[in-house]
DNA sequence: CCCAGCACGC
DNA sequence: GACGTACGTGCTGGGT
């Protein structure tokens, strides 16, 4: 194919044309697009691979995307759809696709539009994502982007796709019981709520229970909501006024059941695909600002972990038959990543020892021996670490550690001079971020950051921040996304029947036939820890388990 | 249909 | 004196 020539085949119209017969896509078009020597381009072409996947036909020989090539382009923009990258590009106004297929009652399936609408719109799109990954590969090239989308951004397109079609394994049965028991607990929390409220009102209304805790009860208020509507009353709020009341902490237990109940055991079960008795989430790979993949429908990104009754949920994401669940995730891979970055003696020398990094961090910022590093001062520590790779001021760890902000500036002034690589690196990234304008991730992402001179200090310490944490959390995106890519090829060259499941953000979760146990953790440790040597180690912890809380 | 407030993860 | 941690998804309520 060559030139401005598009060709639309049409299929399962219901209007009696001439058109093409199911067998005969798969028998013509199956081979083509199956051979990787023909090379594809795409728009979304996750999208196409899974649609086609559905039909026994696989697609290989994908190069391009434009919907990636915009979304590295411009990754903070808020969508990357072909409609818009029309207009951006060409201004070219495409047809919407309620206006060949109506919309709201009247709209109809696209096998009922027109053959000749049908085409229009059809040839259109593909004409449109022809020409805009034509103009996209050469500002790719300017920009520099090139490389990450050939070896990074591309190559994990049918890995994602993969990962999608396979699925997570959630046992539906024990969903509901969970549903049930949280429904149980809630029940009895509101009518104890309704009576030390003395009303009964909507506990869900965060509006309705500010009049009743602030207004009827007469609690003192601690903060205002941001935008006009009054009262806080969120955990942290809460928390505070339990200790003046006793419906506060029964309104913070009714949260956290209502949340474990209508976002996870009731929305994951309405999920579970009858057949397979599996989730499909959907992984897209053009949303965030700093490169980090999201999980949509469900978002699996997001499980709860931390309290017990939320780790129940994760209980009942469970192994294929004769499998068993394996996590690997990335030990401290964003402070590893600043060590590498900031090229910080003290970082390095600690990584390479293998210490406890927030032990460590106490050690130099508290003074003290080792051996002296309690619990507490670990803790605190370890909010230093967090706060460094956020961007955080004296005063939000002020806040964090309950100290005096004078204190926490005093840590502050001890992390950068023993840490003094660190300190560097802060600041001529924000130096060069101001000349540029731009922040790049060790892979050559980039987010521009034009209010790093804004006169708003608001926007400039924002912009700061971002200047900040972007390479640290769009580098470590960078290698996890390699690391999944190498662990996809991986197990195709060994013949193994593992799959890869999931990814979040520094973990993947691999679904394990029980024989490939051992040589799956040696595969995943060598391809992750070597993916691409830094000058601190990578260390990657396993787990392994029978559901998803025991193999984190 | 959209925004606000809230809460779950890394 | 105010404001002050990066990045997401999705629920319910409440107003249009």
Not at 433 to 444: C, I, K, M, P, S
Request: proline letters at 4%; a negative charge; one cysteine or more.
């Amino acid at each position: 194919m060559s030139g401005r020539h598009r060709v639309y085949i049409p299929l399962g119209h219901t209007e009696d044309i001439l058109q093409i017969e199911k067998p005969d896509v798969l028998r013509i078009l199956g081979p083509v697009l199956a051979d990787p020597e023909q090379r594809k381009v795409g728009q979304n072409i996750k999208y196409d691979m899974i649609v086609l996947a559905r039909y026994g036909m696989p697609l290989n020989g994908v190069v391009f995307d434009s919907m990636i090539a915009s979304y590295l382009l411009n990754p903070t923009r808020r969508g990357h759809g072909l409609d818009q990258i029309a207009l951006d590009l060409f201004g070219y106004k495409m047809v919407a696709y309620d206006e060949v297929t109506g919309k709201g009652k009247d709209q109809i399936g696209f096998q009922e539009v027109p053959a000749k609408d049908a085409l229009f719109y059809a040839a259109e799109d593909a004409d449109l994502t022809f020409m805009a990954c034509g103009r996209f590969s050469e500002l790719l090239a300017e920009q520099g982007l090139s490389d990450l989308m050939a070896e990074i951004e591309v190559p994990l397109i049918p890995v994602l796709a993969d990962m999608e079609m396979t699925g997570f394994r959630v046992d539906k049965a024990a969903l509901a019981r969970l549903s049930e028991t949280f429904e149980t607990e809630m029940n009895q929390l509101e009518q104890e709520i309704y009576d030390l409220a003395g009303e009964t009102f909507n506990i869900n209304s965060s509006q309705q229970l500010g009049v009743v805790l602030f207004e009827k009860l007469g609690l003192k208020s601690v903060k205002k909501t941001r935008k006009k509507t009054g009262y806080s009353t969120d955990v942290q709020v809460l928390t505070k006024l339990a200790d003046v009341h006793p419906l506060p902490e029964k309104l913070l237990r009714y949260r956290t059941l209502g949340k474990l109940k209508s976002t996870y055991a009731d929305a994951l079960g309405e999920l579970i695909h009858a057949a397979t008795g599996r989730i499909h989430t959907s992984f897209n790979q053009t949303i965030t600002a700093t490169g980090r993949l999201s999980s949509s429908n469900p978002n699996l990104q997001n499980i709860p972990i931390r309290k017990p009754e939320g780790r129940k949920i994760r209980e009942t994401f469970i192994p294929a038959g004769e499998c068993t669940l394996i996590s690997a995730d990335y030990s401290q891979i964003e402070l590893r990543i600043l060590a590498h970055c900031a090229d910080d003696e003290i970082l390095i020398q600690a990584f390479r020892d293998e210490e406890d990094i927030h032990t460590r961090t106490a050690v130099e910022v508290f003074q003290v021996l080792p051996g002296f590093v309690t619990d507490e001062l670990r803790s605190q520590a370890k909010a230093i670490n967090f706060g460094i790779i956020y961007g955080m001021s004296a005063f939000r760890l002020a806040n964090e550690l309950n100290i005096s902000r004078k204190m926490a500036q005093t840590y502050i002034d001890h992390y950068f001079n023993r840490y003094a690589g660190v300190k560097r690196f802060i600041d001529t990234t924000i130096a060069q971020t101001r000349d540029t304008g731009e922040t790049f991730t060790l892979f050559g992402r980039k987010r521009r950051l034009p209010d790093i001179n804004a006169s708003n200090a608001n926007q400039r310490h924002f912009a700061e921040r971002a200047a900040i944490n972007t390479p640290i959390q769009g580098s470590a995106a960078d290698l996890i996304k390699l690391a999944m890519i190498r662990m996809a090829q991986t197990l195709k060259e060994n013949g193994m029947r593992s799959k890869m499941i999931l990814s979040v953000h520094d973990e993947i979760i691999f679904d394990v036939p029980v024989e490939e146990t051992t040589g799956l953790m040696a595969l995943a440790r060598e391809v992750m820890e070597q993916v691409h040597p830094l000058k601190v180690p990578l260390k990657v912890n396993f787990g392994t388990g029978e559901n998803w809380a025991q193999a984190h």
